[in-house]
C-alpha cells in the first residue's frame, strides 16, 4: 500500500509517502512540506497549498491519502487555516477517485509510539526508527506527514473489517462493497 | 459590477449573483443552493460543492467573488464544516484569476439591513425590498448569499479607496496598484 500522508496547515503543509503492509517493513518513498506566504490572501494560499499537493499526487502516485482530522478544540488562532488546509488536501484526493482517510493526531501518536499523548520528538523518533532514516526528517510537519501514512497503513485492516461489518449490518442479503467507501471518513 | 455571493456550508451552500453599482439600482441575476448528502463522506462533499461552484461561476461569469468570513466562535459542531466549504469556494474563484472579498456576517447585516444585530428575517425582506423580488428567497442561505453580494457591491469603492491609500504607504515613491490585490482578504 503507497500512502500519501497530509499534515495540513496554511503556512506549512506537511506531506510524506510510506509504502509498506501492517507487519511488514515500511520504507519512505519521499516527504516534504507545501508552504505559503503567510503575508498573501487566503485565497491565493489556497489555490497554492492546490498546486503543491497536486504535484505530490501527479508525482508519487499513492493509492489512498490519510489527512489529520481536525478538531475545533484546537488552538483557535490556527484551526481555522488548518480546516481550510485540509480541505484542499482532500479535495484533491477525491477529484481523483483516491480514497481518504482522517484520522485523529492522539490516533496518529498512538499508532506510532504506543501512546496518544507522544511529544513531538517521540513521534519523530519513531518515524526515523520506523523507516530506517539517517535523522528525524525536519520540520515536525514534515515527520508528521510520515507518521500519519504509518499510521494508516497499520490502521487500514482493523478499519477495513469494522466497515465491512457495518456495510453488511446495514444493507441485509447479498453483501455489497458499497458501504466501506461512502463511510470513510464522514466526520469532519 | 457582477457579483456572486457565497454562504458558504456543507449541507447548503447559498449562491447569488447580484449585478449594480454603489448608489445605482441593483439586480438579481441568480439565486440557488448547492446542496450536499449529511451521510457522504467530507472529502466527496468538498468535491460536489467544487462542482456546484464551479457551474455557477461557469454559467454566471461573476466579476468578483464574495464570501463569508468565517469564525471559529460561531458554533463549534458546524465551524470546520463552513470553513471547508468556504475554503473550496474561495479556491474555484482564485483559481479562475478572479478577486476574492470576504466579509463578516455583521458587515452584510450592517450594510443590508443598517445594524449588525440584524436577524435571519430582516435580511431577507431587505434583499427583497432592494432587489424588488416577489417574495425572500428560500432557503435563508439563499437570500444570505445575495446580501454578501450586495454588502460588496456596497463597500468595494471604500475597501478601495483604503487599499490604496495602503499600499500608497507602503510602497513610497510612484503608486503602484500592487498592494491592493494582495491586502484584500488576508485573514481568515
Keep these: 500500500m503507497r500512502v500519501l500522508g497530509v499534515d495540513p496547515g496554511l503556512t506549512r503543509c506537511g506531506v510524506g509517502v510510506v509504502e509498506g503492509t501492517a507487519g511488514r517493513r515500511l520504507s519512505m518513498c519521499a516527504v516534504g512540506v507545501v508552504r505559503t506566504e503567510s503575508g498573501a490572501a487566503i485565497a491565493e494560499r489556497l489555490v497554492h497549498i492546490e498546486r503543491g499537493i497536486d504535484g505530490w499526487l501527479d508525482e508519487q502516485r499513492p493509492e489512498v491519502v490519510a489527512v489529520e482530522r481536525v478538531f475545533s478544540q484546537h488552538n483557535v488562532t490556527t484551526v481555522m487555516g488548518t480546516a481550510q488546509a485540509s480541505a484542499v488536501a482532500m479535495l484533491c484526493a477525491a477529484r481523483r477517485g483516491l480514497p481518504v482517510a482522517l484520522h485523529t493526531p492522539s490516533e496518529v501518536k498512538a499508532a506510532v509510539t504506543g501512546t496518544g499523548r ?8 519513531m518515524v526515523t526508527r520506523l523507516l530506517r532514516l539517517q535523522s528525524p526528517p525536519k520540520p515536525a510537519d514534515a515527520a508528521d506527514a510520515l507518521a500519519l ?5 497499520w490502521r487500514a485492516p482493523a478499519q477495513h473489517r469494522l466497515q465491512r461489518a457495518n456495510a453488511a449490518v446495514r444493507t441485509p442479503g447479498p453483501a455489497s462493497g458499497r458501504g466501506a467507501g461512502s463511510s470513510k471518513g464522514s466526520t469532519v
Design 118 to 125: 507522544a511529544g513531538k520528538d517521540q513521534v519523530g523518533a
Design 149 to 153: 501514512a504509518i499510521c494508516h497503513i
